[in-house]
């Protein structure tokens, strides 16, 4: 069964720091690696990483994949209250429609 | 551009009653179409899933079904909710083909059974 494990399930940080979210998984076949922001409703679309070491940016955000450590981070610099959200990493593994597998998020809180 | 409806935005219900959240998208043909449920502390958990008209996959045993009458529109039913069907309700859609893997979502149905 394909699994998807984020850590840290929850963080609490100042306005101005900088933090680090994990996303580790173990599929059968990975294809690409996803992240989303949830903040009060609907997930909205981040990154898409299918290839090893190309960090992938917007703004302040970025990401890159490990795929030898099977994992992948995703950095936040200079940390805003509307940064605040659940981040959710998801991995597909291809094989149709419902190849996704999703993490249980981690619930970011900027405090001002 | 395509765009994704999803109503009601919030419901509260009794044991034992029907349910219906009804899901549409605009600005595409022959979308895949998803209903997610996420639980507090659970993530995402797929729950149905169609590839097109009349087709649906389940991914888990449950109280609910869902339904696809039309190529846009895809709907989440139960004839009797249970307490444990509450939750927040997330409908999305892929392209087919490659890319599929990216989910656009709707803005969620908060389900508070009573």
């Not at chain 1, 805003?80 to 659940?86: K, P």
Request: charged share 15%.
């Amino acid at each position: 069964e394909d699994k998807v494990v984020q850590s840290p399930l929850s963080l609490v940080v100042h306005e101005g720091d900088t933090v680090t979210l994990n996303c580790s998984y173990e599929v059968t076949n990975f294809r690409s690696l996803l992240w989303y922001k949830q903040e009060k409703k609907a997930p909205t679309f981040l990154f898409m990483l299918t290839s090893s070491g190309i960090e992938k940016k917007s703004g302040r955000l970025s990401s890159i994949l490990d795929k030898k450590e099977l994992s992948s981070i995703l950095n936040i610099t200079a940390t805003q209250t509307g940064d605040s959200a659940i981040y959710l990493c998801a991995v597909y593994s291809g094989g149709g429609a419902d190849g996704l597998t999703f993490g249980k998020g981690t619930h970011l809180i900027i405090q001002p | 551009s395509q765009t994704i409806h999803q109503w009601p935005a919030t419901l509260v219900q009794p044991v034992g009653s029907p349910l219906s959240l009804e899901c549409t998208v605009e600005g595409t043909s022959n979308p895949n179409l998803y209903w997610y449920r996420q639980a507090a502390g659970r993530g995402l958990q797929l729950l149905f899933y169609s590839v097109g008209i009349g087709q649906i996959s389940s991914e888990v045993p449950q109280n609910l079904s869902a339904s696809r009458p039309q190529d846009r529109q895809f709907i989440l039913s139960s004839k009797k909710l249970l307490l444990s069907d509450s939750g927040f309700y997330l409908c999305a859609w892929t392209r087919v083909g490659q890319g599929n893997e990216k989910l656009f979502f709707g803005s969620g149905t908060q389900l508070s059974v009573l």
